[in-house]
């Protein structure tokens, strides 16, 4: 062969290689875009002071869907503010709820909502006075926009709480890093647990600093589904624990020395129940994808970040909506994640919600959530106040949640009351529907979603006449369902456990 053969052979080769290398580079860049996410609206109030501590004058984000509207509800230094954003590129506050403690010494807020009532707490009592305590505030919102009852106002049970979450399921509120003046412990409790079937009159059951002879200094934060903790536990690791029993709890598993550890500060768990993903409130750290679903072998698989190069960069919360983590990550602002392949996240949207300059201190996005029937992400920003995104994708599943109409709730009792009852309950293989005559006359929508808002049966137009089965599909996975009968004057919802 001719050397001019062997170097044109040569250069063919080399140009081919080249030709797919830039082709290779070209798709990784296109498959790695970040975009910036659509914001509709935004809202702050008036001359709201800043905390003492780190300036913010907002904390926690929450939704709530409401006859037909949608809310945001967020906190500040001076209590809780509700926020229409039915129009979301016209956000107007609605309604407000001072805190028993307001002022700078007010850095933490937190919301969760069971039935047709939510439930307030703050981590701060007054430091400059010995009798001025925070309370658990319990909200009547039925009559949203129009008006609010708080029909529960008392430090008994908790006067400090630095978060809460409720497993719906059970009506139980677990409160985290919590004291209250009716059992006071002069160090807090890592852990308290309630009992709100009756939202009037919610019992203390338990109270935990140790877990089956696990000593937790505390329990910072955790996400609680059908009686299983998944708990972080702040410089303690991670854990699993089976609440059946909620004065016994079962040590399920534990995770401690794992790469990036930090302060173990929050998570959530992805609709499939296998994996979690959880942030280390760390400047630098990256966030963890953690395998749960062999609580005896818990093991972080992946790891995700903001894209930041910056040593300041921390997250804080975050929320999985069916394939989606979206992440409120302080001075990175709002970060969204598609899971669809749960250990490989890739970072799809981005929106930097503060004007602060990075530094080591906590300023920035404070809270996310996604679960509105919109499909809107809100967010809330300690300085800037509330941030309204459109939704990803307006027909992706979004986890989304109407909470009540108006008198018609959603919750059990009324809907006994109305003469609706479900059994059995637990089922496995169908429910009876039973309903009053009433009832009975008018032609109802038939609606069963699982808990992350993924509709199981759709029956449009059903007679409901006596008994009705409601046959429930063969390959239906154990776990918490939503029932809905929707009529054209009537909409009520009850919770089925399949088992």
């Not at 081919?16 to 996410?37: K, N, P």
């Amino acid at each position: 062969m001719s050397s001019y053969s062997y170097l044109t052979i040569q250069f063919k080769i080399m140009r081919y290689f080249l030709f797919f290398v830039i082709l290779s580079f070209c798709s990784l860049s296109s498959f790695a875009q970040v975009e910036q996410a659509t914001l509709l609206g935004q809202w702050q109030g008036d001359n709201i002071f800043g905390s003492a501590l780190y300036d913010n004058s907002y904390n926690e984000i929450w939704g709530i869907a409401v006859n037909n509207r949608e809310f945001a509800v967020i906190g500040s230094t001076e209590g809780t503010h509700f926020i229409d954003v039915t129009d979301p590129n016209n956000p107007e506050e609605v309604q407000f709820v001072e805190g028993a403690v307001t002022g700078p010494a007010i850095v933490h807020r937190d919301y969760h909502d069971n039935g047709c009532y939510l439930y307030v707490v703050a981590d701060e009592p007054d430091s400059n006075s010995a009798t001025s305590k925070s309370t658990l505030q319990i909200i009547d919102i039925r009559d949203l926009p129009n008006s609010l009852e708080v029909i529960y106002d008392s430090d008994e049970l908790i006067f400090r709480a630095h978060n809460i979450f409720i497993d719906e399921a059970n009506n139980q509120l677990y409160a985290c890093i919590a004291n209250g003046t009716a059992n006071p412990n002069p160090s807090f409790d890592a852990m308290r647990i309630f009992d709100i079937s009756d939202p009037f009159n919610p019992e203390l059951i338990a109270t935990h600093n140790s877990i089956d002879g696990l000593s937790i200094q505390q329990v910072h934060d955790g996400y609680f589904l059908d009686n299983v903790g998944y708990l972080n536990l702040g410089p303690g690791g991670f854990a699993i624990a089976d609440f059946t029993n909620p004065a016994n709890p079962v040590l399920l598993g534990t995770l401690d020395n794992y790469i990036d550890q930090g302060y173990n500060h929050s998570g959530w768990l992805d609709q499939s129940g296998k994996y979690y993903y959880m942030a280390d409130e760390n400047w630098g750290l990256r966030m963890k994808v953690v395998k749960v679903d062999d609580p005896t072998d818990i093991e972080v698989v992946g790891f995700l970040d903001a894209g930041s190069s910056a040593t300041t960069s921390i997250p804080h919360n975050q929320v999985v909506a069916c394939d989606y983590l979206y992440v409120s990550y302080y001075y990175d602002g709002l970060q969204v994640y598609d899971i669809s392949d749960p250990v490989n996240p890739v970072r799809i949207i981005e929106f930097e919600t503060s004007s602060e300059p990075d530094a080591n201190n906590y300023k920035g996005a404070w809270g996310v959530y996604p679960f509105l029937p919109s499909g809107n992400i809100l967010v809330s920003d300690m300085q800037e106040g509330l941030f309204v995104f459109e939704a990803i994708d307006q027909n992706a599943c979004a986890q989304r949640r109407q909470i009540c109409e108006g008198n018609l709730s959603s919750t059990s009792n009324q809907a006994n009351e109305a003469g609706l009852t479900i059994s059995p309950n637990p089922a496995e293989d169908f429910v009876t529907i039973s309903l009053n005559k009433s009832l009975g006359n008018e032609l109802l929508d038939i609606y069963l979603q699982d808990i992350t808002g993924k509709q199981i049966i759709n029956l449009a137009g059903q007679v409901l006449q006596n008994d009705y089965t409601l046959n429930l599909p063969n390959d239906l996975a154990e776990g918490m369902y939503i029932l809905t009968l929707q009529g054209e004057n009537q909409r009520f919802s009850k919770k089925i456990i399949l088992q």
